[in-house]
């Protein structure tokens, strides 16, 4: 193979991250995501309590009850997410159908969120920017994240069924099953994450990627989302006092870090969508 043949892959890659940066550098991706994740907090709860009746309704109670406590033990308890978890499930199990209904207004609002978010990516500089939807649009997008809460259900399922497996066969041995514990989770997640991310692009983009390119980045980005996953679960095993920096209010300081967390899960959502917008784009970025 020549020298030139060989750097041929470099300078595509080079070209479609060039690409990438400059369809995303006429905004402040930094601001642009921070609002997104002002959706997805409002939805963070609702679409949890929408899944987890869900999945109640199919399994039953009992069981979600009793899967919910041993990945609640199985988190890391320096910042009582046991406990957090335990009674999240409690409620939602519990939750009256008309209270579910009420929950999917907040619990569909990130569809719309994304949406928005994805419109100022449709292109490269800022002109051409496809519009924001109106009102009837935006109650379309909702009505379409309705099927992410089911693809959520079932993903939940996959992990609820098998963290309690993954404490017991590797949380307590020896350091490399212990690694291997967090491989076998991380690709876990990937699995459960990249199809949603391809529901994302596909159907909730205003600008469609073909199939393609929305494979590529729904689960190029998903590994990557996966892994910050555990970076979360990681950071859950640090013992910080989340409430110093807010007066000593733990709920404020655990709220401020749930946000962050969300707002990096979002920026990297919202990159993986003009990597796809990008694959698909044959046109070189200017400058170049």
């Excluded at 399994?59 to 009793?66: A, H, I």
Aim: charged content about 15%; some cysteine; glycine content about 12%.
């Amino acid at each position: 193979m020549s020298r030139q043949t060989a750097a041929r892959p470099a300078r595509r890659l080079r070209g479609l991250l060039g690409g990438v940066r400059e369809r995303t550098g006429s905004h402040d991706l930094f601001l642009l995501t921070a609002g997104v994740t002002f959706y997805a907090a409002m939805a963070l709860v609702p679409s949890l309590v929408v899944t987890v009746r869900l999945l109640a309704a199919a399994v039953g109670p009992e069981r979600v009850q009793q899967l919910g406590d041993a990945v609640g033990r199985a988190l890391p308890a320096a910042h009582d997410t046991a406990g957090v978890v335990s009674e999240l499930v409690s409620t939602a199990v519990h939750a009256s159908w008309p209270a579910v209904a009420v929950a999917l207004l907040p619990a569909t609002v990130y569809g719309e969120g994304l949406r928005r978010g994805f419109a100022r990516l449709g292109s490269r500089g800022p002109g051409g920017v496809p519009p924001v939807p109106g009102r009837a649009g935006a109650w379309r997008v909702r009505l379409l994240s309705l099927l992410v809460l089911l693809l959520a259900a079932a993903g939940l399922l996959a992990v609820l069924e098998l963290a309690p497996f993954l404490v017991r066969r590797f949380g307590s041995g020896s350091l490399p099953q212990q690694a291997l514990g967090v491989y076998v989770a991380l690709t876990l997640d990937w699995l459960v994450i990249a199809p949603v991310l391809l529901y994302f692009y596909r159907v909730l983009g205003p600008v469609r990627p073909s199939w393609r390119a929305s494979l590529w980045a729904s689960y190029g980005t998903g590994a990557f989302v996966a892994g910050f996953v555990q970076g979360f679960v990681l950071f859950l095993a640090i013992p910080v006092d989340l409430g110093s920096p807010f007066g000593g209010f733990d709920a404020v300081g655990g709220a401020v870090a749930v946000c962050l967390w969300l707002w990096v899960f979002t920026a990297l959502t919202v990159f993986g969508y003009a990597l796809a917008l990008e694959l698909d784009d044959p046109a070189p970025p200017r400058g170049r």
